[in-house]
């Protein structure tokens, strides 16, 4: 994300959005893909024990840059060192990989300052530059994306020169790796007209995915987000895949979408549930590792320094064990919004019950009202269990049980027979 400046406008933006209402659930079953789960890694330690913590949370997926200006300082003078070793131990780990082709170097600017303004006359140079990395990793990275938040501050030079370069990037990774997807975009929000014109110039062309950011205040206006692109999208005739390839939130600095550590959970789980529940084919929670240094006193101005799920060390923050219960029982799992039977629930509860295989349930639940909710619950099978977003630990509860439900999400699983439709469940206010 790296945004270093909230302008007021975006403030403005993302206060609005949260007001709106919005619908959390969604018409339709949907099988939630098996990879569905990606992770910005953090880079701050040895490489073999950052994927024994993504092990751990259950991570399909990496996204890292492959800046130009590390692989290539000189003209013609390639050094792949770093990105060799990421890749060979992904790869050894069982992850897929998304590398994003960012973004300039100095030697192709006469003052030898980057600018991220890659115009016409440059293009063939950034071109080349995909050239090799994807000769280099054909077969070994799963998918490209051609850069990142072009709306944004990452990009310098007009939107024509963008969609130019998005255009012949497109073609040129196409004819190297047709096994590779391809992923275009990379907007920070839903920039309406932006998107529209880069349809009209053919830059999305023939791309597998088109990626987005949707940072908001809060879940549902993430999620808000998401619906409005697919409305954009949709008016745009593409039917091809949507990747959430950065969302997050920072407990702490100045950016507008801060969350109180406590909550951190929270919204963890509401945002990767509720992306899931609308079709979102991956989402990359940004990040793994933040800069946050336990027994240090950190930059509190710089909410960067607060985005990670577990600090440097991998031990883990409040975000951990939300993300890892995730990952765990949704993905692969199919979503179906006819269950639960909702007896005399009000509108202002949640609940998202996914079907995973060998007869394996989740219910996600929570109150958006204002006011604590008793409930009583039923959950038919066995291994009844009620499982803590903040620390991951289960408990296991009666088939029937009551709570008070509140806006915190409450976890639970069970088995049911894997040879049968689970019977619906009992939830009664």
């Not at 293009?123 to 995909?130: A, E, I, K, N």
């Not at 549902?220 to 950065?246: A, F, H, N, P």
């Not at 890892?324 to 019950?353: D, H, Q």
């Not at 929570?366 to 619950?377: A, D, T």
Request: charged letters at 25%; hydrophobic letters at 35%; proline letters at 7%.
């Amino acid at each position: 994300m790296k945004l270093f400046r909230i302008p007021v406008g975006f403030c403005v933006v993302l206060l609005f959005a949260s007001c709106l209402s919005l619908s959390f659930s969604t018409d339709g079953s949907r099988r939630v893909p098996a990879d569905f789960f990606g992770i910005i890694p953090g880079g701050q330690g040895p490489l073999s024990r950052e994927h024994e913590f993504l092990d751990e949370l259950g991570v399909a997926w990496m996204r890292t840059t492959f800046y130009w200006s590390d692989i290539e300082r000189q003209s013609g003078e390639w050094n792949f060192s770093r990105y060799d070793e990421y890749v060979e131990e992904g790869k050894k780990a069982g992850r897929k990989l998304l590398a994003i082709l960012a973004y300039d170097t100095p030697w192709i600017y006469r003052d030898n300052k980057r600018r991220r303004n890659i115009t016409p006359e440059r293009l063939p140079h950034y071109l080349r530059y995909v050239e090799e990395v994807v000769r280099r990793y054909r077969g070994k990275i799963d998918a490209y994306e051609i850069w990142n938040e072009p709306n944004w501050v990452f990009w310098k030079g007009t939107d024509q020169d963008f969609f130019a370069l998005s255009k012949a990037a497109l073609q040129k990774i196409r004819e190297l790796d047709p096994q590779a997807k391809i992923v275009a975009g990379s907007f920070s929000w839903v920039p309406k007209k932006f998107i529209r014109d880069m349809f009209a110039a053919g830059a999305i062309a023939g791309a597998d995915v088109v990626s987005f950011h949707p940072y908001g205040v809060n879940p549902e206006s993430s999620l808000k987000q998401y619906d409005r692109l697919v409305k954009v999208l949709s008016e745009q005739g593409y039917t091809g895949e949507i990747w959430v390839t950065e969302v997050g939130y920072p407990t702490d600095g100045y950016y507008p979408t801060r969350v109180a550590e406590e909550v951190f959970p929270e919204y963890v789980v509401k945002t990767l549930a509720g992306l899931a529940i609308r079709g979102a084919q991956k989402v990359f929670w940004y990040e793994l590792t933040g800069a946050y240094f336990r027994g240090k006193e950190p930059n509190r101005v710089n909410s960067e320094y607060f985005f990670g799920l577990a600090y440097p060390d991998y031990s883990p923050r409040t975000g951990v064990a939300a993300y890892a219960l995730c990952s765990r029982y949704i993905a692969g799992a199919e979503y179906r919004p006819e269950l639960p039977a909702r007896e005399n629930l009000p509108p202002a509860v949640e609940t998202l019950y996914f079907r995973g295989e060998g007869g394996r349930n989740t219910l996600i639940l929570w109150n958006n009202g204002k006011s604590p909710l008793p409930l009583r619950l039923k959950l038919p099978g066995t291994e009844q269990t009620r499982r803590d977003i903040f620390s991951g630990e289960g408990r296991a509860v009666p088939e029937e049980t009551e709570l008070i439900l509140d806006t915190t999400p409450q976890f639970f699983t069970w088995l049911s027979g894997p040879e049968g439709t689970p019977l619906p469940l009992a939830a009664r206010a």
